[in-house]
């Protein structure tokens, strides 16, 4: 798949900016992977549609809640399922009560191919709680846009008709103090999810601070 | 085109592909393989013998070659305890059994050779060089860094068939190790020898998490999860690889005790 390697929001990673963060962050832990994100990115507020044909107000619904959000499409052959199925593995590792404070939110960026059923049967393969989010080309780019991540591209249709689609290859994940300090992009282990999330988890919402 | 088959980073096609380097490795060893053992059969080295052999050439041809090595290289971390087995405990001793009068014969016994060779026949060397080499080959970061790369595959490959010529050796030619190696030994020698890759099958086994980037983030194989796949993959190592040694040294078991003397049967070591 073509996927982003540098992106607005990538900076290099650096000890200054870890230290800004678990100070920030009431002095949770903060994560060992990752790329941090220097400011803090905003828990953004976007409707799409989930894939029960109903508006989801992102904002509203994940506000408090560690949110992993990710762009991508169901025929990704690679970065996608692999991304994805590796927060799930993780995320089934927990508690039942750490996995009810966490959301996976997945948006489409190919909303030509992937239809809401598509989409939940897809999700499916990984747990039945994630959330699949679908808007038209251009409500999905200003949704990306806004969370400074550059657009999705079609690649050129093969012989077949079949084509890919270039993403970012990147985990954003808001904490409960409704910011993303974070970034995971595609080559995050299992291990390095397992390490990390109980650490993110342990972020207390924004007026405990 | 790739010459050795390593990790590519595509999804997984069932499309053939053609490895160039797999194709000549198999045809040196087909032709080393060959002189031997038309030295062997006029040594009277059974026609088994010679059949057992060339069943090992192409073993290691479907180890190395489609699907199995590419599928080992870059998707299914159960295809590559396959391999290892493959590699380094079946083939190596069908190859030897063919071939073991005349490796015996022309082992070098003088100079620095000789002593080189005396040294890596010895079953407590060899024992132990065939571990290192299982150990080393099976560590995370040697496995992340060597099998993306072609070479890195290729060595890889190469140390499993090595240290499994190494670790049969004295099983099976025998010479020029010392006369005290007899059958009651060689099976417990192989019992012993063989308790690493026991141990590291079960680290596969109790993991919590996939040992290894490289099939971790391989492009997906179809309702298998990589966690599932190592679990696979310590199953084979432990069941398949306990089969063959325990099936080999059950062969020897009754060899010995029946007083049977077949091609298997360690020959009596070459004496000054």
């Known amino acids: 798949m073509i996927s982003f390697n540098r992106m607005p929001l990538l900076r290099p990673r650096s000890v200054l900016i870890a230290a800004a963060f678990a100070l920030g962050a009431c002095a949770a832990p903060a994560p060992r992977h990752g790329v941090p994100l220097e400011p803090g990115l905003p828990r953004p507020s976007f409707t799409l549609t989930d894939t029960r044909g109903a508006p989801y107000e992102f904002g509203r619904e994940t506000r408090g809640v560690l949110t992993f959000l990710f762009f991508g499409y169901t025929n990704c052959p690679d970065v996608c399922p692999v991304h994805v199925a590796n927060v799930a593995a993780v995320l089934h590792s927990l508690s039942f009560e750490d996995q009810q404070k966490a959301r996976f939110v997945f948006v489409t960026t190919d909303p030509a191919r992937d239809s809401l059923p598509a989409l939940r049967t897809w999700l499916d393969h990984f747990d039945r709680t994630f959330v699949g989010l679908r808007g038209d080309d251009i409500e999905v780019t200003r949704v990306m846009s806004a969370i400074g991540l550059p657009p999705a591209v079609r690649g050129v249709s093969g012989p077949d008709g079949r084509y890919e689609v270039g993403h970012p290859a990147t ?14 992009p595609f080559g995050t282990r299992q291990a390095d999810w397992a390490e990390d999330i109980p650490r993110l988890l342990r972020v207390r919402p924004a007026k405990e601070h | 085109m790739q010459w050795w088959c390593s990790a590519s980073g595509k999804p997984w096609t069932w499309d053939p592909q053609f490895y160039p380097g797999v ?54 971390q159960s295809a590559h305890a ?29 100079g620095a050779a000789g002593r080189m060779a005396a040294l890596l026949t010895q079953p407590m060397i060899a024992g132990v060089l065939f571990n290192l080499v299982a150990i080393a080959t099976h560590m995370p970061v040697v496995v992340d860094t060597l099998m993306p790369s072609q070479a890195g595959a290729f060595a890889i490959d190469v140390a499993w068939v090595a240290g499994g010529l190494v670790l049969w050796w004295p099983v099976i030619v025998g010479a020029p190790a010392r006369a005290w190696f007899s ?33 971790e983030l391989a492009p997906p194989w179809p309702e298998w999860s990589p966690l599932e796949d190592q679990h696979l993959a310590g199953g084979v190592m432990e069941l398949a690889g306990a089969a063959v040694i325990f099936g080999i040294i059950t062969v020897m078991f009754f060899r010995w005790s029946g007083g049977v003397a077949g091609d298997v049967a360690p020959p009596a070591p070459p004496r000054d």
């Open chain 1, 171 to 184: 985990v954003i994940v808001f904490t409960a103090d409704d910011s993303a300090h974070v970034l995971y």
């Open chain 2, 23 to 76: 194709w000549v490795a198999t045809a040196v060893l087909a032709l080393v393989f060959y002189a031997y053992a038309r030295r062997a059969r006029a040594m009277g080295a059974s026609r088994l013998a010679y059949w057992l052999g060339w069943s090992g050439v192409g073993l290691v041809w479907q180890a190395l070659d489609w699907p199995v090595g590419p599928l080992a290289a870059g998707y299914l």
């Open chain 2, 82 to 110: 396959l391999q290892f087995l493959s590699l380094a405990l079946v083939a190596p001793p069908l190859l030897l059994v063919a071939v073991r009068k005349p490796l015996a014969a022309s082992l070098p016994t003088a």
């Open chain 2, 183 to 215: 059958v009651p030994v060689a099976m417990l020698y192989l019992f012993l020898a063989t308790l690493v890759h026991t141990g590291i099958a079960m680290v596969m086994l109790i993991r919590e998490f996939p040992m290894y980037a490289i099939y």
